[in-house]
T-cell receptor, first 111, second 113 residues
Framework: KQEVTQIPAALSVPEGENLVLNCSFT??????LQWFRQDPGKGLTSLLLIQSSQREQTSGRLNASLDKSSGRSTLYIAASQPGDSATYLCAVNQAGTALIFGKGTTLSVSS | DGGITQSPKYLFRKEGQNVTLSCEQN?????MYWYRQDPGQGLRLIYY???????QKGDIAEGYSVSREKKESFPLTVTSAQKNPTAFYLC????????????FGSGTRLTVV
């Protein structure tokens, strides 16, 4: 059974720092991997989707990488801002099932 | 605007009652999903449907039921058999099983009183 793990569970940084969030998964047979953002009490917003054949995707200050063979993905956030404070969730898509989520990393960026 | 709507935003249930959470989408998505989120936890899959009149159990389906009579609608009923229903419930839709276009509703917070 696929399991998704995110480290760290929580992270606090001062504004302007570059940071990395980690995601690992146990079964490398995935279609793709997505990173989502969740604000408190809200739904999720998709940030980046990486196909299994891709190595990375970029959107603005966000860069996500995927190493399928080792079961790892990272989300890199450049020049963090207070508005980046949220919970970031990693999810993998396997054939014929719904997305399987990690527990998330809660990020706090102080000004 | 296309999107996915969950209602109500807050719901209170008495012990022994069944309650139904609504989820409607106008994105013309084939796939729809229900997740449960508890504090400090990720999302756990309750049920999903990839086509009208068909749905599959997820990891924690016990005590829940769903229907998919229309493409746009995927209501979730929390039955009295669900012993610990207090949680945040999220509905999502996707273009198909590929994961593309995954769109979430704003959630329903269910509390047992």
């Amino acid at each position: 059974k696929q399991e998704v793990t995110q480290i760290p569970a929580a992270l606090s940084v001062p504004e302007g720092e570059n940071l990395v969030l980690n995601c690992s998964f146990t079964d490398s047979a995935i279609y793709n991997l997505q990173w989502f953002r969740q604000d408190p009490g809200k739904g999720l917003t998709s940030l980046l989707l990486i196909q299994s054949s891709q190595r990375e995707q970029t959107s603005g200050r966000l860069n996500a990488s995927l190493d399928k063979s080792s079961g790892r993905s990272t989300l890199y956030i450049a020049a963090s801002q207070p508005g980046d404070s949220a919970t970031y969730l990693c999810a993998v898509n396997q054939a014929g099932t719904a997305l399987i989520f990690g527990k998330g990393t809660t990020l706090s960026v102080s000004s | 605007d296309g999107g996915i709507t969950q209602s109500p935003k807050y719901l209170f249930r008495k012990e022994g009652q069944n309650v139904t959470l609504s989820c409607e989408q106008n994105l013309n998505h084939d796939a729809m999903y229900w997740y449960r989120q508890d504090p400090g936890q990720g999302l756990r899959l309750i049920y999903y449907s990839q086509i009208v009149n068909d749905f599959q159990k997820g990891d924690i389906a016990e005590g829940y039921s769903v229907s998919r009579e229309k493409k746009e609608s995927f209501p979730l009923t929390v039955t009295s058999a669900q012993k610990n229903p207090t949680a945040f419930y999220l509905c999502a839709s996707g273009i198909d099983r590929s994961g593309y276009g995954y769109t979430f509703g704003s959630g329903t917070r269910l509390t047992v009183v």
